[in-house]
């Protein structure tokens, strides 16, 4: 199994400001995803940041408004810039260990607001 | 990715059967249906996983007919906890999880 940490674990922001979210894993892992969930909706994947290449992103998600990085197998951060009151969701960090393993684990979200 | 459709809310008693079941007429042959359940305030948790006829563990059981077209996650005995929102996933190799709608099971006493 994997445990995940994600800092804050909410935030109230400005809009026009950017908030940054931490996702640190108790093991090394290959896969990561970074998804949202707007209030009452299902989740929305945004990208798949596996370490060693570039973030991969969903149609509707672009890297100026989403940048990730990943700089080694147990921590990745997501960037939401240019804040605006339509980004007010809660964003999750996922694991999948591969493999045999194909379970899919989860932050307990980051819940954003802005003002 | 096969697109998944699940009822979007069901109402039942505690100590009632819950069947939910889950549409993916277009799976796949390397996809495998997976359950997610999520409270509020938590990220998606685990239930059970399977790829065809019948898959069981300690908290639910999984039915998936011969045609793979559909699944039915059944649940025993439910209680006030199992108050969540139930995710059907058609899990593809690239281990990428789109979810769908969900249900959302509301539990009553």
């Known amino acids: 199994s994997a445990v995940i940490s994600q800092k804050p674990s909410r935030d109230i922001c400005q809009r026009g400001t950017s908030l940054t979210i931490q996702c640190q894993v108790d093991?090394?892992?290959?896969?990561m995803f970074w998804y949202r969930q707007q209030p009452g909706q299902s989740l929305t994947l945004i990208a798949t940041?596996?370490?060693?290449?570039?973030?991969?992103?969903e149609s509707g998600f672009v890297i100026d408004k989403f940048p990730i990085s990943r700089p080694n197998l147990t921590f990745s951060t997501l960037t939401v810039s240019n804040l605006s009151p339509e980004d007010s969701s809660i964003y999750l960090c996922?694991?999948?260990?591969?493999?045999?393993?194909?379970?899919?684990?989860f932050g307990q979200g980051t819940r954003l607001t802005v003002v | 990715l096969a697109k998944t459709t699940q009822p979007i809310s069901m109402d039942s008693y505690e100590g009632q059967e819950v069947n939910i079941t889950c549409s993916h007429n277009?799976?796949?042959?390397?996809?495998?249906i997976t359950w997610y359940q999520q409270f509020p305030s938590q990220g998606p948790r685990f239930i059970i996983q399977?790829?065809?006829t019948k898959v069981t563990n300690e908290v639910a059981s999984l039915f998936i007919p011969a045609d793979r077209k559909s699944s039915t996650l059944s649940l025993p005995r439910v209680s006030l906890s199992d108050t969540a929102v139930y995710y059907c996933?058609?899990?593809?190799?690239?281990?990428?999880?789109?979810f769908g709608t969900g249900t959302r099971l509301k539990v009553l006493a």
């Open positions: 996922s694991v999948v260990l591969g493999g045999r393993n194909t379970e899919a684990f």
């Open positions: 093991s090394q892992v290959t896969m």
């Open positions: 277009n799976i796949a042959t390397n996809d495998y």
């Open positions: 940041a596996n370490q060693g290449s570039e973030a991969t992103y």
């Open positions: 399977g790829y065809k």
């Open positions: 996933l058609a899990l593809s190799g690239t281990y990428k999880y789109i």
